[in-house]
Every structure is written in C-alpha cells, then in structure tokens.
C-alpha cells in the first residue's frame, strides 16, 4: 500500500494517478483550508489536468481563461508576453483545491484527516506517525506535503536559495467595474508587484520582495503597503482604474514564505517527495503548479514501479526533477538579469550574482 501526505496540488494528483492506475493509496490530508490566492497555471498544467480527467475543474467559478500578460521589466514601457505554450488560467487556487479535493473524497476509499508527525523509514517500506499517535504503514510514502517537507530528516539538507516573501491581498471589484483577464508584473526597486484577475469579479495583488529588505511595520500598516503601491507606475494606474486605490489604506496584507528552497535529494528508499516538498520556485516564473502536477504523476509511477522491484523509474524521476530545476535557476537567472534598471538595489543585486 503507498501513502500519500498532502492536501495540495501534488498529492491529490498522486493520489488520483494511483487509483487511475488501480492502486487503492491511503491519502492522508491535514484539515487546513488553503488560503484563496490568485494564481497562474500555465498551459502545460492545463494539460496536466486534462490527462487526469480533470479538465472539467476550470470552470468559472475557479479559474478564468489568461488573456495575456502584461509587463513592465528591463524598461518604463508596459509590453505583454507572448507566451509560445498558449496563455493558461488565471485560478484561484483554493477553489481548485476544494473542487479537486471533492472529486477524490468521492472517488477513494482511502482518505483519511490527519496530520502526519513524523515519516520513518524501515527496510521494508515506511512508517508515518500520525498527531493522534496512531500509527499508519506502507510500502512506499509520497510526501508533498509543501514547505512542511515532513520527511525531510539530516539526511536531506534543504537549502534555501534567497527570503522572497509575498506580501498580497485579495480584492472585491466594484460589480460595475469590468477588467480583461491578464496578468500584470511590474518590477520596481524593492522587487516586482503581481496583479491577477481572479473568479468572483477579486483581483489578488502582490507585492514581492526580500523579508529584510521591506518596512517592519509592513504587516500592520495598511498605509505603508498602500504608500509602496502608489509609488508603482503600471499597478498603481491599474488599481484607480479599477477603483480599488481608495480601499487599499484599509486593509493591512498578509506576507506568506515565497522563498525558493531546494532538497538535496528526491528519492529516498521508499521515500518519495513531490512540489513543494521538493523544491519551491520562486513565483516569477509562475510553474510550481505545472510542477506539482507532472511531479505527482512521475511520484506515483515512479511508487508504483519500486513496490514491484524495479528502481528505474524512480532514478528517472530523480535525474529530471533535477535537470528541470537546473533550467528553472537558469531561465529565472536570465529574467531577472533582463531588468537593469534597480542594478544598484539590493533585492537585484541578490539575483544577477552568477549562479553557483
Ligand atoms: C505567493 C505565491 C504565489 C504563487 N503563484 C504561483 C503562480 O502564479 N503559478 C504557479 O504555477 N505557482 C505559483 N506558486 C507556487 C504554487 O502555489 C506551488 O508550487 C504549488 O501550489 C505547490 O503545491 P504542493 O501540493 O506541492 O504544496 P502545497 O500546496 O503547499 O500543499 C501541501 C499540503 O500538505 C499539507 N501538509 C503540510 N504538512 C502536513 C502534515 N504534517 N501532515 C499532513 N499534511 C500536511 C498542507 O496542509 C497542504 O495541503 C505560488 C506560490 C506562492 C507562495
């Protein structure tokens, strides 16, 4: 039997190629609400969905169809972004995951609510303490369990690549306003703001940067937010155009880790990780969606291989998990070294040293 931690993207989609493979998994979830972030998935995580049978998830009340993305980086002037692989959904992720999460309950037997404590290893298979002291045992365990990295132990050093924070916000538009649905990245001194339409007439708007480099008071003070937001040029025309530029200085923003972080290893014995439990990409690029999903497709079949003695597969998933975040670190690298304009300020002097 493989157990699967992790209510996110990655472990119900491990979850689901399990039972689509004929496994009966036990699908450990923790009762934590996600919270309702605005999110891209790109055109490869939309067929990700679809090749699970999931392409019904993206309705309106979920996601809504990109009509491109704007930006302005490396110059004053707003351009959008082509984007070769067609332009995705912008998704409001927690919706998704209940949608999704709903669809499982109904499809498995063997879900379960728990936290997990602590994931051992035997020579046999794998042990996961549940907070309850209860114990469950499998032959193989997939973790993706997100930053929380349950079975991260010693052994796997995760290392963490820079502090980028999210400081964000989720807003009501006016019922009268109507907006297109694109994207907006604009990059500024202290690092790059992110608006995106979401379902339900919201728009989330970001502001990402370093922990150290933004104001102690950033988190209580609405107005310090609002002040940063103002001093923006494409975001700040964007939210008085929308009529959300008074509500600001009402609502302090809640900063959520965005830093990337990277585990030494994938793979370990009977331990398999998946997402975020791998590694956690910086937003920018906007493909840790895509990510979970072809990561808990691979987990399972990688699980599914090792309980019938054959090593392969995971070795395999391992080696391009790997090469896929060495191009990651090197296509973000040279996105950020596109925008010279902040060269002389911390937050981009962090990210255009060489990559070691
Ligand atoms: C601010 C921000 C913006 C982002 N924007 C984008 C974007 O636009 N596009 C994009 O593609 N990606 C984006 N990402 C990244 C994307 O959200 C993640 O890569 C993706 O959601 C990871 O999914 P996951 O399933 O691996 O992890 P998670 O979604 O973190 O899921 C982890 C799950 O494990 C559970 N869990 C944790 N500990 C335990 C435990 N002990 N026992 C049991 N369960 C446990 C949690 O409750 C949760 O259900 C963004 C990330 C951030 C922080």
């Known amino acids: 039997m493989i157990i699967v931690v992790g209510a996110g993207i990655a472990g119900m989609v491990a979850t689901r190629r399990l039972s689509m493979q004929g496994h009966k998994p036990v699908w450990v979830s923790a009762a934590a609400p996600p919270a309702a972030l605005g999110e891209t998935l790109s055109e490869r995580g939309v067929r990700f969905l679809n090749a699970l049978g ?16 704007f930006s302005v980086w490396g110059s004053a002037g707003l351009r959008t972004v082509q984007d070769e692989d067609g332009q995705g959904y912008l998704v409001d992720k927690a919706r998704l995951e209940d949608r999704l999460g709903q669809w499982l309950q109904r499809d498995i037997q063997g879900a379960q609510r728990a936290r997990v404590q602590r994931v051992e290893s035997l ?69 790059w703001w992110y608006m995106s339409p979401m379902p339900g007439q919201r728009m989330m708007v970001a502001l990402f940067s370093d922990a150290d480099l933004l104001p102690e008071s950033l988190s209580r003070d609405a107005g310090c937010w609002s002040g940063l937001a103002r001093s923006s040029d494409a975001v700040r025309v964007r939210l008085e155009s929308l009529g959300i530029d008074c509500v600001l200085d009402q609502v302090t923003p809640t900063v959520s880790a965005a830093a990337s972080t990277l585990a030494s290893c994938v793979v370990q014995g009977r331990i398999l990780r998946a997402g975020d439990a791998v590694a956690t990409m910086d937003p920018l690029a ?67 040293r060489p990559l070691d």
Request: glycine fraction near 10%; hydrophobic fraction near 40%; aromatic fraction near 6%.
């Open 54 to 69: 999931w392409s019904g998830a993206l309705d309106a009340t979920v996601a809504l169809p990109s009509q491109g993305r």
């Open 286 to 352: 906007a493909t840790g969606l895509a990510t979970a999903l072809w990561s808990g497709v691979q987990s399972a079949d990688a699980a599914l291989a090792l309980l019938k003695g054959d090593a392969g597969p995971a070795h395999r998933y391992e080696k391009d998990y790997l090469l896929g975040l060495v191009h990651h670190l090197n296509s973000q690298h040279a996105l950020y070294g596109m925008e010279q304009r902040y060269a002389g300020q911390p937050f981009w002097q962090r990210r255009h």
């Open 123 to 191: 020579s046999d298979g794998v042990r996961a303490v549940l907070d309850d002291g209860s114990v469950l045992q499998g032959q193989a365990l997939i973790d993706c369990t997100g930053r929380a990295a349950i079975s991260s132990d010693a052994q796997t050093e995760r290392r963490r690549l820079d502090r980028l924070v999210a400081v964000w916000r989720v807003f009501d538009l006016p019922e009268h306003v109507q907006t297109l649905s694109a994207s907006l990245v604009e990059a500024v001194e202290l690092g």
